[in-house]
């Protein structure tokens, strides 16, 4: 057992049964032992390899789309432009990047990146120079907002529901007759579902539903844009727990710490929050359309024609429904008078009281 797992099991025994998403939290941001506080999780060196480490036209298409709603929006100067969950600040480098082709919107930008991982923040630093750190997304100024959230809300930790024969149950995290760790049930009197046959499991994210209303109160209030990209899709169900490491899926209580832990985003109730704190939303899009709509495919070739010899294949990786084209989705936010963000459609029951 890791050294975590060891923290993990002796706080069951002295406790009882752990809910999952503190077993996630505690796996993921342990200040000794969690995973992302003592390692580099991206790329082929590390467990798992994101869009923005694929290629460049990903943040460059970002980028763009953010620049659009910038411009439709009258050029707010200044404005914060900010991500969630920023890995190793390759998606914002290569947003503003693309941003400096739009006269003064580079100028009026004022960076603020939302990251816990103290090494995370040293990698971050060293790639975007003077930039602003933030805990939490209730730090980000009072002021018009474009911001973009790639494969964050996945690593949020989440709980997990069981329905029974006699109702819903919460799956946690025990110890078996050895003293490792083994999945539980326990009674859930918080679960506030509704009916399912016997056997459904439902996934709730305590955590990504205050942030969403955060992101959304802002914009509603002082403009701007939010784009979210993560696997999953909408209203869903069933059990997408899941651990990866070294660029392999392996039993997420294998090897606490040690691996990374994730689950499939429902951009449902994201959507929700959103709108009740006042912004629009869009349709939840497959990452692939949406890209294609944007361009995506002519400036790949045009990167190949320059000499990128992987340019198409990262199209095809990024796009291909086979590949992340379908898996990975995108959800928008903006501001309620303000057009509808570039590549993207309104929820049709928002579109009348725009």
Not at 13 to 36: F, I, K, N, T, V
Request: hydrophobic share 45%.
């Amino acid at each position: 057992m890791t050294p975590l797992g060891r923290l993990i099991a002796a706080q069951i025994r002295l406790s009882g049964p752990m809910a999952l998403d503190e077993y996630m939290r505690l796996c993921l941001l342990h200040p000794q032992h969690g995973y992302y506080a003592t390692r580099d999780p991206f790329g082929a060196g590390g467990d798992f390899t994101t869009a923005p480490e694929i290629s460049q036209i990903f943040g460059e298409m970002i980028g763009l789309a953010l620049a659009q709603a910038w411009l439709d929006q009258g050029r707010p100067v200044p404005f914060t432009l900010a991500e969630i969950g920023p890995g190793r600040g390759t998606l914002m480098a290569d947003i503003l990047r693309a941003i400096r082709i739009v006269p003064g919107m580079a100028e009026a930008a004022r960076v603020a990146l939302v990251e816990v991982s103290p090494h995370l923040r040293r990698v971050q630093r060293d790639r975007l120079g003077d930039i602003a750190h933030l805990d939490d997304v209730s730090q980000l100024p009072q002021a018009p907002l474009f911001l973009v959230a790639n494969e964050f809300f996945d690593a949020l930790p989440i709980r997990q529901f069981q329905r029974g024969a006699q109702g819903w149950a919460e799956r946690v995290v025990a110890l078996d007759a050895q003293g490792g760790l083994e999945m539980g049930l326990v009674p859930a009197a918080d679960a506030a579902l509704p009916a399912a046959p016997q056997g459904v499991i439902r996934e709730t994210c305590p955590e990504a539903l205050p942030i969403v209303a955060q992101v959304a109160g802002r914009i509603a209030a002082h403009g701007g844009c939010a784009i979210l990209v993560d696997y999953g899709g909408w209203d869903g169900q069933g059990d997408t727990f899941q651990a990866l490491r070294r660029h392999r899926p392996e039993d997420p209580l294998a090897n606490p710490g040690e691996a990374d832990l994730t689950a499939h985003v429902d951009f449902a109730p994201l959507a929700a929050a959103a709108r009740g704190a006042g912004a629009r939303v869009s349709r939840m899009a497959t990452q692939g359309d949406w890209l294609k709509r944007l361009g995506i495919e002519a400036r790949a070739q045009r990167l190949a024609r320059l000499g990128d010899a992987g340019a198409m294949a990262a199209l095809h990786r990024l796009t291909a429904p086979d590949e992340m084209g379908h898996l990975f989705k995108v959800l928008a936010l903006w501001a309620r008078h303000a057009p509808v963000p570039a590549g993207f459609e309104p929820l049709d029951d928002d579109a009348d009281d725009a």
